[in-house]
C-alpha cells in the first residue's frame, strides 16, 4: 500500500534509520518498526447522485516503536536515545501529517469481482496519520549468551512505542447499466414517448 510504504519512507527521511514493516523478523540496532492493523471503512456522503464511485474513509491503526540497541559507554546510548525520541515526538505532535499523493488502484479483488464484475477500489488523494499517543518507552537489559550461556556482557535496549490512526479516502467504482430507454410523459395529452 503506498499510503504506507510513504510513511515508512518519510520516518526513514526523519530518523535516518531502518524502518521495518511489521511482520517481520528482521532487525538492525537502530530501526522503526511499524505494524498496521484494525482496518475500517465507513461510508461517506456522495457529493453528487451522479457520480460513479461510492466514497469512504478508511481508517487504520498504526504502531510505531522505535528500538536502538547497544552498548551505554560514555552514555551514548542513552544520549542517542534521548536525542531521537525527542525528534519522533516532534514529528508525531504536529497534530496531523500528511502524507502526499497515495493514490493506487487496490489489486487482488477476485472475490469482490466474482460477485460484483466491474466493481473496483481505488485509493485516492492524500492520507492523513493523526492522533498519535505513547504507549509507553524506557530501557532494558539484553544478555548476549556464549555457547556455554555465560553472560558475557549487557546490551542495552531501548524502546520508545506510539499509537496513531492513519486515513485514506476510498472510492468503489461500480458500473452503471447502459441506458436502453427513456419514457417522456405528456399528462395533458395522457400520452407517453419512448425513445431507445
Not at 456522503?45 to 451522479?50: Q, T
Not at 522505535?66 to 551505554?72: I, K, P, S, V
Not at 496513531?164 to 414517448?193: G, Y
Amino acid at each position: 500500500m503506498r499510503a504506507l510504504d510513504k510513511l515508512q519512507d518519510a520516518i526513514k527521511i526523519k530518523l535516518r534509520a531502518t524502518t521495518i514493516m511489521e511482520p517481520s523478523n528482521a532487525t538492525a540496532a537502530r530501526h522503526v518498526r511499524v505494524l498496521p492493523s484494525n482496518i475500517t471503512l465507513t461510508p461517506l456522503p456522495k457529493s453528487s447522485p451522479d457520480i460513479r464511485y461510492m466514497p469512504y474513509a478508511c481508517t487504520m491503526d498504526i504502531v510505531l516503536s522505535y528500538r536502538l540497541r547497544g552498548g551505554n559507554v560514555d552514555n551514548y546510548l542513552t544520549d542517542v536515545a534521548m536525542t531521537e525520541s525527542m525528534i519522533i515526538t516532534e514529528m508525531l505532535m504536529q497534530g496531523v501529517i500528511t502524507i502526499k499523493d497515495v493514490a493506487e488502484d487496490v489489486t487482488d479483488l477476485e472475490a469482490l469481482k466474482i460477485k460484483h464484475p466491474g466493481w473496483a477500489l481505488k485509493i485516492v488523494g492524500d492520507a492523513l496519520l493523526f492522533n498519535a499517543k505513547r504507549k509507553g518507552d524506557g530501557f532494558a537489559n539484553q544478555p548476549t549468551l556464549n555457547e556455554m550461556d555465560e553472560v558475557l556482557n549487557e546490551m542495552m535496549v531501548y524502546e520508545d512505542q506510539w499509537a496513531a490512526t492513519l486515513s485514506l479516502t476510498v472510492h468503489r467504482h461500480f458500473p452503471n447499466p447502459l441506458l436502453k430507454t427513456i419514457i417522456l410523459s405528456n399528462d395533458a395529452i395522457s400520452e407517453d414517448i419512448y425513445i431507445e
